[in-house]
Each structure stands twice: as structure tokens, then as C-alpha cells.
């Protein structure tokens, strides 16, 4: 094998690698045909090693048969130099045929006299051999490589007849077939060990590395890949530290996945399943339940009033109490109950089997019982209530959102009963609550796109029959609905407090409305609004007056309060009241009669009106029913106040109402609330 095409098969082995390699993984090579090309490596270099014996086992030969043509020449030169004479020519001839069966390489020897004529040849074995043709080299001149190629040597002869030298010549013809036999001979024999050896070579690596390499990498593949079924101990240093490593990784994965599905089922805090397992076990026991055709409840807890906790006590305080309550849930449910923590404040047990809805009922009253007792933390007793709510599997909801959320929806509706119960679901109450999360979508979307609008009701003198004021009366006109009337969204607004930037709304534009009749016959006209109990939770809703109605003169204005307003933070909310009425703005009590103690207040709040409920006045058809109106109007008078008869539908209750002395009305009998312009028309017509 030459070196050009040694080096021309492995530029394209080569090749043919590195575009395997770009194919699958840039930069990197398999094993196999990493092994590959080592054999290939292995296989050039061995090659070349018998190429190089092979080159010396030829000298050898070369030298073995320079050595032994030599040898006979010398022997027949000296032999003929001392024997030859013309005559006895076939004395020496059995010299030379011995030489010529003895020595194979030499094929023939001629002998020839001084002219150049053959005199003897022996030609034993080729008889039609033409040697005439043979240019013959000196014999001096052999030499290990010309021994292949030249056949024909020839050395001269000096003998003496007497004194007479005379001279022969002997020319020796190699046997050709024999010295080139001898080669191919050879390397047939080389070319075979060659292929043996390198064969074994192969085998044995090969073997070896599907042993030590290749399997066990195969073995480290498959455990990377599906991580099961370790591979035991390898052989190889470098394989054997990859399988220990994989395996301390898996381990370690191991434990991180159930830390992390610790973190991920359990609540941190209370070590109470996490929403996330709550709905997984939910959803089993639906699955279940939906076999077995069996029920199961859900009892949603609320604890009440924790955020005023949370906000006064800090958090730290109120994670104790969370898990002062996880630790009474556990206690107090059976084993196979399920009690988890959502997040806040809010809890849920899961009871999978209960005999009758009387075992749920025990098991809530026990619940209930227990999570109100009293508790120590840090020293101090406290005590806490919570609100609950059931739902049961599958009348209540067939799927884990339903049932959670009629759960909550319960238990919402056990909250707004007064906390500290339970309460069932049940499609009234699901219905109100419906109506809820619809209204405030409503009320939502009528403050973002302007669906308020604020409606007059004509206050009336009683004497001169005219117009004197208005209370302003919100209306939602929605776009599918049409006119929603304020009983239906003005508690929810409370409730969520959007009553506050509705308020604020309410306030502007009544203020935007006087001054609108600041230039009309209707510069003297009194708007009241009305102010809910829920505004005086914004701390700044003296200012917002204060700011609101700066460019309008304040005695136009007026504001209506309940008593409610006045259930909390008497002291705190009093003092706003007054500082509002210190602003010029004046003030009306309004539902006057059907408070608690409403004539307590008067001395408290120097209110300006009284406005007697509609409940009083719808009871009145003759004289004797006016002592209650009488009475009022009457102390009205002495403390010099305005008095307002609310809800006067009939001329008859207008008249007796004139016959006291009330000194105005309002109600359906002079208008309904009507819009701005309709106010205005029904101004300069007047009431009756
Ligand atoms: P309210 O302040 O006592 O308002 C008087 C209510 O009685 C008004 O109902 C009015 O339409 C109604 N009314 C007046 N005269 C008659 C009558 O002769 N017959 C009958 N059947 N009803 C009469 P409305 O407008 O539905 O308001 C109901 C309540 O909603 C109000 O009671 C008030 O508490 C609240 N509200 C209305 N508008 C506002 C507002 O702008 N802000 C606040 N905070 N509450 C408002
Ligand atoms: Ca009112
Ligand atoms: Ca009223």
C-alpha cells in the first residue's frame, strides 16, 4: 500500500464524519466511530511495519542468495582456473551440472573460450533456453536488488598451459522463477500474518470495547433517559464515575421532587393540604363517589372579622392565629376528613361520607362550638368566630368549582345572617347571590361609561303649594336593563363601597346642577342629597365636600342622613357632621321615626330638617292618626326646624298634613323624581 493512497482513504473517512457529525451533534463523534478510526490508525501503522519486514525479509533473501552464487562462482573459478584445459573441458563440466542442482537460483552456466564460443553449457533442465540474447553483468557487480532483475553474471578465467596464460569465460544465468518464487513466497507469508494479525487486533478491540465502552455507555443511556433500573459497577474508571454520578443525581432529584411535592400539596404555614391537593382530592372523590353513586360534603369556612385582626395585630400575630385554627380543625374533624387551607383566612372540610344531612349539621355545630372557644397566645386570651357554608356532592355541583363556589356562596349568605354559623346552599340563596355578582358587574360598568344619572323629586310648600327644593335621587339607566331603581344596587355599592366614588359623583353633579339654575327661575332651589354611612368611611369626605361645593352657595345644598350613620364612631362621625354644617351646608334627618332612639340625636346634631318617613304618613286618613305627625311637627317648631312629610301620595293626607302645620312635602302626589328638564317644566307649573 502507498502512501498517497493511505492518506487519500483516510481524507475521506474523515469527511465522511464530520458530515455524519454536522447531521446529528456538531463537534462531537460516536464511539464507534471514534474506535473506528483507531482500528483505521492501527491498521495503516501495522501495514507499514510489515511493509518494512517485508523490505528486510527480501534483503535477507537477496543477501542469503548473493551469498551462495558467490560462493559456487568462487568455488568454480578456482576449480576451473586449476583443471581447465581445452581438452578436458567435461572434466569440470560435472563440477558445473552440480552446481546447477545444488544451487537452485543458478539456472545455467555457460562457459566460453577466449573468442567468446560457448564451450560448454550445461542446460540441464532447459533445454531450448536461448542465453544468446542475456547481456551478462560482471559478477562483482551483484547486488541485492539486481539479483531480481539480472540474470546474467559473468566472471573471467586465467589458466596456464605451460607458461601460457590462456583465458575462459563463464557467464552464470539465475533462475528467475525460483528468485522471484522466493518473494511472492514470502510475501504471501507476510500478507497473511498481516491479515491475522490485524483481523485479531480488530476482533480483540472491538470486543473489548463493546465490553468496557459501548454497552456500558448504552447501559448509562437508557438510565439517563428513562431513570429506572441502575446499572451495577463498571469496569472502565471514567463510565464508572458517570453511573455514580447519575446515580447521587437521581437520588438527590428524588428528594427534591417529594420536597417539592410537599411545597406543592401542603399549606406552609398550617401544614394543611394547599388549594392545589384540595381540588385533586376533590376530584377523586368525585370520580369515586360518582361510582359508588355516594355523597360527600364540602364545608367552606370563613373566620369572621380576622382582617381587623390582621390589620391591628400584624401578620405574624394573625399567622398564629391561622394556626391556632388548623390545629382545632384537625382536632375536631374524624381521620378520614379532609381539611384544607385555601389561603386568607378561609378553610375547607371535606367530610367523603356523612349517613344523613343530621351528621353534617353535628359535625358544623361541633365546629362551631370549638372554634369559638377561647385561646392564649402570647399570654392573652382571645376568641374567634367563623362563618361557614356547605355544599354536598353531587346536588349541589357535579365538578370541584361548583361545589367550592356554592360552598363560599353559602357561606357568604352565613355571614350576612350575622357570622358565626353555618348555613346549607340552596338555590334561593345561590339566586341572591347571583343577583349580587350581576349587580355589581352593572354598577361597575355604569361608573366607567356614565349609566348614573341623577333624578329630582320636588319638595313642596305646604302654604303656597310651590316648589322649594328637590332631593336628588340616583337612577341607573343600563343599556339592557334599562332604569335600575336604587334598592336593588345602592346596598351592594355599600357593600363593596363603590357607594364612595358614586357618592362623590352624586355630590358634583348636584353641585354642577345648581349652578346650571344659578340663571334661571330656579336660582332658589334647594338640592338635598343623600349621604350613606358607608361615605364616612373615607377619611377625607369632609374635604371632598369642603372642595365640591366651593363655588356654589352652601345654604342651596343639603345633605341627608340616617341615624345609621351614626351606630359607629358616634364621636368621630359627629364631628365631621358638624364641620360639614359649619360650611354653610345644611342638614336633614332623613326616615326620621323609624331609628332607634331618633330624638336623642336631635339635641346632639343640629340638624335643619326633619324628614318623616313615608311608613307614618301612608298611615294617616283621618285627624286621630296625626298624633305621632303632630307631636313631631311640634317639637320641629321649638327647636326650629324644617319639617318635611315624605311619600305624600294623596290630596287628603296633604290637607290634614296643612292642617298641622307641616310646612312641606314631598311625594308622588305633586311628582315622581324626574329629570333635570322635567324638574324645570314642573316648576313653573307648580304643584298642587
Ligand atoms: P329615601 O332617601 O328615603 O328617598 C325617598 C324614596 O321614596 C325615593 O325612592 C322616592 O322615589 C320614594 N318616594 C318619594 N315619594 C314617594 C311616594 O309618594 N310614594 C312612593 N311609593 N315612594 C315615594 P328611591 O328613589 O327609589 O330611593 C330609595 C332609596 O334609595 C332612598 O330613600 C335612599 O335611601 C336611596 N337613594 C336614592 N338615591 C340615593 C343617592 O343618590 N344616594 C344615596 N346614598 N342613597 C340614595
Ligand atoms: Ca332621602
Ligand atoms: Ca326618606
Given at each position: 500500500m502507498d502512501k498517497q493512497a493511505l492518506t487519500g482513504a483516510f481524507g475521506i473517512y474523515t469527511t465522511v464524519w464530520i458530515q455524519k457529525g454536522r447531521y446529528h451533534f456538531m463537534n462531537s463523534i460516536s464511539i464507534k466511530s471514534f474506535i473506528l478510526s483507531i482500528i483505521f490508525v492501527a491498521f495503516a501503522l501495522e501495514g507499514y511495519i510489515f511493509y518494512n519486514f517485508f523490505e528486510n525479509s527480501k534483503e535477507t533473501i537477496s543477501k542469503l542468495l548473493q551469498t551462495s552464487i558467490q560462493t559456487d562462482v568462487l568455488n568454480l573459478k578456482h576449480f576451473m582456473e586449476k583443471n581447465l584445459k581445452q581438452k578436458d573441458i567435461n572434466f569440470i563440466a560435472s563440477h558445473i551440472d552440480n552446481i546447477i542442482i545444488i544451487n537452485p537460483t543458478v539456472k545455467d552456466i555457460h562457459i566460453l573460450d577466449s573468442n567468446k564460443n560457448i564451450i560448454y553449457h550445461a542446460n540441464i533442465r532447459y533445454e531450448d533456453y536461448n542465453h544468446s540474447t542475456q547481456k551478462c553483468l560482471p559478477i562483482s557487480k551483484i547486488t541485492n536488488t539486481n539479483i531480481f532483475t539480472q540474470q546474467c553474471y559473468s566472471f573471467s578465467i586465467k589458466t596456464f598451459h605451460g607458461l601460457q596464460a590462456k583465458y575462459y569465460y563463464a557467464n552464470v544465468y539465475i533462475d528467475e522463477a525460483y528468485t522471484h518464487g522466493l518473494i511472492a513466497q514470502q510475501i504471501r507469508k507476510i500478507l497473511v500474518a498481516f491479515l491475522v494479525s490485524a483481523f485479531v487486533f480488530i476482533l480483540f478491540l472491538w470486543v473489548l470495547s463493546k465490553i468496557y465502552i459501548i454497552t456500558p455507555l448504552e447501559k448509562l443511556r437508557q438510565y439517563a433517559y428513562y431513570s429506572r433500573n441502575p446499572p451495577k459497577n463498571f469496569f472502565v474508571k471514567e463510565i464508572e464515575s458517570i453511573r455514580y454520578s447519575l446515580n447521587m443525581t437521581f437520588k438527590r432529584l428524588q428528594q427534591e421532587q417529594e420536597e417539592l411535592y410537599n411545597l406543592s400539596t401542603k399549606d406552609p404555614l398550617s401544614g394543611l393540604y394547599n388549594r392545589l391537593s384540595l381540588i385533586e382530592k376533590i376530584n377523586w372523590l368525585i370520580a369515586k363517589n360518582k361510582r359508588d353513586k355516594k355523597e360527600f360534603a364540602i364545608i367552606f369556612l370563613d373566620l369572621d372579622n380576622f382582617k381587623n385582626i390582621n390589620d391591628s395585630k400584624g401578620h405574624a400575630f394573625g399567622d398564629k392565629i391561622l394556626l391556632h385554627i388548623a390545629q382545632v380543625l384537625l382536632k375536631t374533624t374524624r381521620e378520614n376528613d379532609i381539611v384544607a387551607r385555601l389561603g386568607g383566612d378561609e378553610f375547607v372540610v371535606i367530610?367523603?361520607?356523612?349517613?344523613?344531612?343530621n351528621t353534617i349539621i353535628e359535625i358544623a355545630q361541633r365546629l362551631k362550638e370549638k372554634l369559638s372557644l377561647p385561646f392564649r397566645i402570647e399570654d392573652e386570651e382571645y376568641q374567634i368566630t367563623a362563618s361557614m357554608g356547605i355544599a354536598i356532592y353531587p346536588k349541589d355541583g357535579r365538578d370541584v368549582q361548583t361545589l367550592l363556589k356554592n360552598a363560599d356562596i353559602a357561606m357568604y349568605k352565613s355571614k350576612e345572617l350575622g357570622k358565626n354559623n353555618f348555613q346549607f346552599f340552596t338555590n334561593a340563596i345561590n339566586k341572591a347571590v347571583q343577583e349580587k355578582i350581576h349587580m355589581q358587574q352593572i354598577i361597575k360598568d355604569a361608573l366607567q361609561h356614565n349609566h348614573f344619572k341623577l333624578y329630582y323629586q320636588p319638595k313642596v310648600?305646604?302654604?303656597?303649594?310651590?316648589?322649594?327644593g328637590c332631593e336628588a335621587l340616583i337612577r341607573l339607566i343600563d343599556p339592557v336593563e334599562g332604569i335600575i331603581p336604587p334598592y336593588r344596587f345602592i346596598g351592594i355599592a355599600e357593600e363593596n363601597r363603590t357607594i364612595i366614588p358614586l357618592g362623590e359623583w352624586i355630590i358634583q353633579e348636584a353641585v354642577a346642577q345648581i349652578k346650571k339654575w344659578e340663571q334661571t327661575p330656579l336660582k332658589n332651589i334647594k338640592i338635598s342629597v343623600n349621604l350613606s354611612a358607608v361615605q364616612f368611611q373615607d377619611p377625607k369626605l369632609l374635604q371632598k365636600i369642603q372642595k365640591y361645593t366651593q363655588d356654589i352657595d352652601r345654604s342651596k345644598f343639603d345633605i341627608e342622613l340616617t341615624e345609621s350613620v351614626l351606630i359607629q364612631h358616634f364621636k368621630e362621625r359627629l364631628n365631621i357632621i358638624k364641620n360639614i354644617k359649619k360650611l354653610g351646608i345644611t342638614l336633614s334627618l332623613d326616615?326620621?321615626?323609624?331609628?332607634?332612639?331618633?330624638?336623642?340625636y336631635l339635641k346632639d346634631i343640629p340638624f335643619d330638617t326633619l324628614k318623616i318617613d313615608k311608613a307614618f304618613i301612608d298611615?294617616?286618613?283621618?285627624?286621630?292618626?296625626?298624633t305621632f305627625i303632630n307631636m313631631i311637627v311640634g317639637i320641629a317648631q321649638d327647636l326650629h326646624m324644617n319639617v318635611v312629610a315624605e311619600g305624600v301620595e294623596t290630596k287628603e293626607q296633604l290637607k290634614l298634613l296643612e292642617e298641622i302645620n307641616c310646612k312641606e312635602y314631598q311625594g308622588y302626589l305633586c311628582s315622581k323624581p324626574v329629570p333635570p328638564k322635567k324638574f324645570e317644566e314642573l316648576f313653573s307649573l307648580g304643584c298642587v
Open positions: 367530610l367523603p361520607d356523612f349517613s344523613n344531612e310648600d305646604i302654604k303656597t303649594k310651590k316648589i322649594v326616615d326620621f321615626g323609624t331609628g332607634y332612639s331618633s330624638l336623642s298611615n294617616i286618613y283621618t285627624k286621630d292618626d296625626l
